[in-house]
């Protein structure tokens, strides 16, 4: 399966695009980096590739195919600030289950403690809520995930524990996953290839 960004272009005013015809491909089971400096655009490429913004022109598609707006999104976008894709008036156990069920397996495999699903998200660290939002976005119907500066907050062992957990799941459920990161050193060890917004960004 591939997900496809074809001749995306974006501004968020008119007459000044942050993207220009830009192209990129990623495919099932594939650990891509995107590298770019702060402000070049890639949390906005995120954001069209996974169906949160649809003003641009271009293609996005899955296998050639426009994704569906309606149903579950097979295209996940976990951002860098986990507090803000959480509802702080819910507690974890809802926020975790509000898509589809969480398996067992998934919540052991992040390190969930079982007494974290009652606390308010005010209530967990950075990387602790993180991990929720990890888990919940990598279900089996998730084909392709977009990591957007996820492990930005935490210290290096937390960094290298998270990756660890999504690398194994990512391979097991054959999920393809954009890594989106300023730090080279982390995309450079975890990614089998990178791009270089600059370098396929046209403005
Ligand atoms: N909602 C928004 N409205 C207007 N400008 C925005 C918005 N979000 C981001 N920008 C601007 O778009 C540019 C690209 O931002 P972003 O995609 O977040 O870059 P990056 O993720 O590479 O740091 C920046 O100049 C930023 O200020
Ligand atoms: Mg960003």
């Known amino acids: ?6 001749n995306v272009s974006f501004g968020y005013k008119r007459n000044n695009l942050i993207l220009k015809d830009v192209n990129i491909s990623l495919g099932s089971g594939e650990v891509l980096g995107l590298i770019g400096d702060s402000g070049s655009g890639k949390s906005t490429l995120c954001k069209i590739l ?3 913004e649809n003003k641009y022109q271009g293609k996005v598609t899955l296998d050639e195919k426009e994704i569906p707006p309606k149903g579950y999104n097979p295209v996940q976008l976990v951002f860098q ?3 803000k894709a959480v509802n702080p008036k819910w507690r974890m156990n809802d926020i975790l289950n509000e898509g589809h069920f969480v398996s067992q397996d998934i919540l ?15 209530e967990l660290s950075g990387g602790e809520l993180q991990r929720f939002a990890l888990a919940r976005a990598l279900s089996p119907k998730t084909r392709f995930l977009i990591a957007d500066e ?13 990756w660890n957990i ?7 459920l054959n999920i393809g996953v954009l890594v989106v990161s300023h730090d080279r050193n982390l995309i450079n060890r975890l990614c089998n290839d990178t791009v270089y917004l600059k370098d396929i960004n046209n403005t």
């Open 150 to 162: 996820i492990t930005t907050m935490v210290d290096s062992i937390t960094q290298a524990q998270i």
């Open 50 to 52: 996974a169906g949160y």
């Open 1 to 6: 399966m591939h997900l496809k960004g074809e």
């Open 108 to 122: 052991e495999a992040f390190g969930i403690k079982n007494n974290w699903l009652n606390r308010w998200p005010n």
């Open 81 to 83: 600030h986990p507090e």
């Open 166 to 172: 999504v690398l194994d799941i990512v391979e097991e």
